[in-house]
């Protein structure tokens, strides 16, 4: 497979000032919820979830704009089908813009994971998955298969809603890079 970039870039006031073609094709193929025609322009923050992945970013950018360093973070971006393995590297621009480059690393297809099927119906409950490596809140933090096994959640009708936290593995990750 031919590496791709995905590169968006924001500036000085963390808006979206511009998309690669590559990722606006790669989210239309995922069935992104944002529709990247409506992205540009966009504040950064809007397209983020959980108050801990918000402050673990800003902690980066904040470093990133002081010290003029290259980031470079290793994420997750699931589909249903197939788990993916991404590097982002975030790199500052002068007026105080930062460019993020995303390149896959590697893909694994997989049996399709309905907990992970926006069109999945949901009930009541919440479980909490890390918005990097994508593991779910056990009683440890795993694997989203995992965790349907370890919560009971195959064969039922709804399954809960997923929220968006920082397990402690990825928090100390990102964060050793700030300190
Ligand atoms: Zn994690």
Redesign the pocket.
């Known amino acids: 497979m031919q590496a791709k970039n995905y590169v968006y870039k924001i500036d000085a006031r963390d808006r979206i000032i511009s998309i690669s073609p590559e990722w606006v094709t790669f989210a239309e193929a995922n069935q992104a919820a944002d529709l990247p025609r409506a992205v540009l322009g966009s504040s950064l923050w809007s397209h983020l979830y959980g108050a801990e992945a918000v402050h673990v970013y800003q902690a980066l950018l904040r470093r990133l704009r002081q010290e003029e360093c290259l980031l470079t973070v290793p994420f997750r971006c699931d589909s249903p089908g197939i788990r993916r393995y991404l590097q982002m590297v975030m790199q500052p621009f002068p007026d105080h813009a930062v460019e993020f480059v995303c390149t896959i690393l590697r893909e694994e297809p997989r049996d399709e994971v309905a907990l992970l099927n926006p069109a999945t119906q949901r009930d009541d409950r919440f479980i909490v998955m890390?918005?990097?490596?994508?593991?779910v809140q056990t009683s440890e933090?795993v694997e989203v298969e995992e965790a349907i096994i370890r919560l009971h959640l195959f064969d039922q009708p709804r399954l809960p809603h997923i929220t968006h936290g920082?397990?402690?593995?990825?928090?100390h990750?990102l964060l050793s890079q700030y300190y």
């Open positions: 890390c918005g990097w490596c994508k593991k933090w920082v397990c402690p593995r990825c928090k990750t």
